[in-house]
């Protein structure tokens, strides 16, 4: 199917040209055309729209544009397949719209064969009245490539403008001379060219200015099934593993597993969201970058039609709409399922326990009783806590299952184990912790100063690292009372955690 449809595309070419040189090219632009088109324009969003986000499958949607690189995607989808050849629901997809394309292309063919004039041979073109047309189409693409190109040397809009001037006037030049084979032909029919300049100087505008006011949409709340939100400032301890034990992107995950119906509280941080992300882009824009705390915040609505609407915003998630937003969001247990796996692994995979404390990790011993309890206590807790938990405190302790992936023979060593369904243990979690204390865990031993032998503080700050060691038992205390565990110290920096001031400790 896939060299039906190149066969066709390039047979489309020798029938539109009458000459071979011509054909060749004529080909090359009809096979990479289409994703040439999408590439400029995703690159335009990229540049001028400031919420512009990637849908994760915009990778697979450029190859639809162009038959050579959606037979190229096949290939390399069926070639990450873990079962030699597997042939997916979206492959067999693919194959048929192909097939259709090429279906369609074969009947046009015959179509424009009956219809080419037989003195055609030798011209660049077998139909005269396609000329202006298809000169049109190469033209607006090269000038906005050209355009991005000097924009991004220059870092200036006139560069931007120079650009589209100089595309549109060398592409006139060499298309003029390919149809009339005359160096002199560059000099004529300029109408064509004007209407190429008016057209990519609108869809030029029509991103630099936002004429579709893509910044400022947010959609009507009734007019969405659900919706997503994921942030790396926001549980981004988190690990997320598939069955094979292969690591999954937590942003991805989490905008294709959410199913948020809170959708004002949605909303309500997107529209905080774009005045947020405009002023960002202004500081960076002028090198002025404020102190304001900053969070890339992602969301994804799946409108009722099944469509999906991406942005990204740079905001500060404290402010006091946000932030009651946010709360509200993190309260429910669409948001928490999609971000802790723990919420929804089966029970039968939490096994071969660890605790690791902010100084050692060791082997939970737990019949299966006392897992099963510890881990319905766990996710009660999880399920309670609010966000202020969060903003305040840090976790002292987390539980992992280790488990060895089902694809452990690619690793070097064989005994490597993955460390999945992270339990982090914050100091609210009580009834958790105490039966950790039941079960022989004291999460808060590392914290035991009559213990401590000595500490040594180091400031890696610097050039050069310091480091001074502390024995004085009112010192090592002071210490201790103003630390956190690292692991889970800037899980949620996104909420401004901080330590209080009360744990500003100067030590020198």
């Known amino acids: 199917v896939m060299y039906l449809l190149i066969y066709t595309v390039v047979t489309l070419a020798g ?21 040439a088109v999408y590439y400029i324009l995703n690159i335009y969003k990229t540049t001028f729209y400031m919420t512009y986000y990637a849908a994760p499958d915009s990778d697979d949607i450029i190859t639809y544009f162009s038959p050579v690189l959606c037979a190229m995607n096949l290939c390399s989808k069926m070639g990450e397949e873990r079962t030699y050849m597997q042939y997916t629901g979206w492959m067999a997809m693919t194959t048929l719209i192909c097939a259709f394309a090429a279906a369609v292309l074969v009947i046009l063919c015959a179509v424009l064969y009956k219809k080419r004039p037989a003195e055609a ?11 202006p047309l298809i000169k049109v189409i190469i033209m ?9 190109l000097f924009s991004d040397i220059g870092s200036d809009r006139g560069w931007m403008i120079f650009g589209i001037i100089a595309g549109l006037i060398i592409t006139h030049a060499v298309v003029e001379i390919i149809y009339e084979f005359d160096f002199r032909a560059a000099f004529r029919h300029f109408i064509s060219t004007g209407i190429a300049a008016v057209l990519a100087a609108f869809i030029a ?9 893509y910044d400022s949409y947010v959609p009507d709340a009734s007019d969405v099934s659900y919706a997503a939100l994921t942030s790396d400032s926001l549980q981004s301890a988190i690990s997320i593993y598939d069955k094979n034990g292969s ?36 500081e960076c824009d002028n090198n002025k970058i404020s102190t304001t705390s900053y969070t890339i915040i992602t969301m994804r609505w799946t409108m009722n039609s099944g469509r999906k609407v991406y942005r990204q915003y740079t905001m500060d998630l404290e402010q006091k709409d946000a932030s009651r937003a946010y709360d509200n969001i993190y309260a429910t247990k669409e948001y928490k399922d999609a971000v802790y796996p723990i919420l929804t692994a089966d029970d039968a995979s939490v096994k071969n326990l660890y605790y690791t404390s902010p100084c050692s990790e060791e082997k939970m011993k737990l019949s ?16 309670m806590q609010n966000a202020d938990d969060i903003r305040q405190n840090s976790p002292v302790g987390e539980i992992t299952s280790h488990v060895n992936p089902v694809n452990s023979a690619d690793y070097q060593y064989p005994d490597y184990y993955m460390q999945v369904n992270e339990w982090y243990i914050y100091p609210s979690f009580t009834k958790t912790i105490a039966l950790l204390k039941q079960d022989g865990i004291d999460v808060y031993a590392y914290a035991d100063t009559d ?58």
């Open 205 to 213: 505008c029509f991103y630099i200015f936002d004429l579709g006011g």
């Open 247 to 282: 690591y999954v992107d937590t942003n991805t995950y989490r905008l294709n597993n959410m199913k948020l119906k809170c959708i004002d509280d949605v909303n309500a941080i997107a529209v905080q969201g774009i005045p947020d992300t405009k002023k960002y882009r202004s």
């Open 121 to 131: 041979s030798g011209h660049a073109l077998a139909f005269e009245h396609t000329k």
């Open 451 to 508: 213990n401590i032998e000595n500490i040594v503080v180091s400031d890696y700050s610097g050039y050069n690292t310091k480091s001074e060691t502390f024995t004085d038992t009112g010192k090592i205390k002071q210490i201790m009372e103003a630390s956190v565990p690292a692991f889970g110290a800037y899980m949620n920096t996104g909420l401004n955690y901080t330590t209080s001031e009360t744990n500003q400790l100067d030590v020198t």
């Open 15 to 35: 029938i539109l040209t009458g000459n071979i040189i011509v054909s060749i090219l004529g080909s090359a632009v009809l096979l990479a055309w289409g994703s």
């Open 368 to 383: 299966k009783d006392q897992t099963a309890a510890l881990l319905q206590t766990y996710r009660t807790e999880l399920y």
């Open 140 to 148: 607006i693409p090269v000038s906005l490539a050209a355009g991005q």
